[in-house]
């Protein structure tokens, strides 16, 4: 699930939501992922109140929940900005595995790789690719490998970055 996807303006329809999502894991053994984790596990405010109050509740959702999982399931979950989530929430994770951004070479080895395997090019030169995603994640470096491949089929001038320099993560 995309956490940030059950968040509701309306008081209390964020939490019910992750409780219903939750509820239905209990129903048999299950793989949960929870994608952008950090939408709703960021580090709680201590005064919170209206929307920040919402988002504690939300977490301690969450974090009953995940007490509550059967040991027959496995929970995963993913975010990019690791050093905003909840020391609550990291204790749940039995296993952290901390994925850094691609060095440089291996973003150029990977775009390389790419249009090799499916036989496109891309018409930049080495520096512009490492310029425009360098830093970036993997998930950044496969946007962009697909958006000029959209690009080249579609007959757009994929020798621009059209947005991609500079981009942030």
Same mark, same amino acid.
């Given at each position: 699930?995309?956490?940030?996807?059950?968040?509701?303006?309306?008081?209390?329809?964020?939490?019910?939501?992750?409780?219903?999502?939750?509820?239905?894991?209990?129903?048999?053994?299950?793989?949960?992922? #929870?994608?952008?984790?950090?939408? =709703?596990?960021?580090?709680?405010?201590?005064? +919170? !109140?209206?929307?920040?109050? /919402? *988002?504690?509740?939300?977490?301690?959702?969450?974090?009953?929940?995940?007490?509550?999982?059967?040991?027959?399931?496995?929970?995963?979950?993913?975010?990019?900005?690791?050093?905003?989530?909840?020391?609550? #929430?990291?204790?749940?994770?039995? =296993?952290?595995?901390?994925?850094?951004?691609? +060095? !440089?070479?291996?973003?150029? /080895? *990977?775009?390389?790789?790419?249009?090799?395997?499916?036989?496109?090019?891309?018409?930049?030169?080495?520096?512009?690719?490492?310029?425009?995603?360098?830093?970036?994640?993997?998930?950044?470096?496969?946007?962009?490998?697909?958006?000029?491949?959209?690009?080249?089929?579609?007959?757009?001038?994929?020798?621009?970055?059209?947005?991609?320099?500079?981009?942030?993560?």
């Amino acid at each position: 699930m995309k956490l940030s996807g059950v968040i509701e303006a309306t008081l209390g329809s964020t939490t019910k939501n992750v409780a219903g999502i939750f509820e239905h894991a209990f129903t048999d053994d299950c793989l949960v992922f #929870l994608d952008e984790l950090d939408s =709703l596990g960021a580090s709680r405010i201590s005064d +919170a !109140d209206g929307c920040e109050r /919402e *988002y504690n509740n939300a977490l301690n959702t969450i974090l009953t929940n995940l007490d509550r999982m059967p040991d027959t399931s496995i929970i995963i979950g993913a975010t990019n900005l690791p050093e905003s989530l909840d020391s609550a #929430l990291l204790r749940r994770f039995n =296993l952290k595995i901390w994925l850094a951004p691609p +060095a !440089d070479e291996d973003i150029l /080895e *990977y775009v390389l790789a790419y249009q090799c395997d499916h036989n496109v090019r891309f018409f930049l030169s080495e520096e512009d690719i490492i310029h425009s995603l360098s830093g970036q994640p993997w998930s950044k470096v496969e946007e962009f490998c697909l958006d000029q491949h959209r690009g080249a089929v579609l007959g757009e001038n994929v020798s621009t970055f059209s947005g991609w320099i500079g981009k942030a993560g």
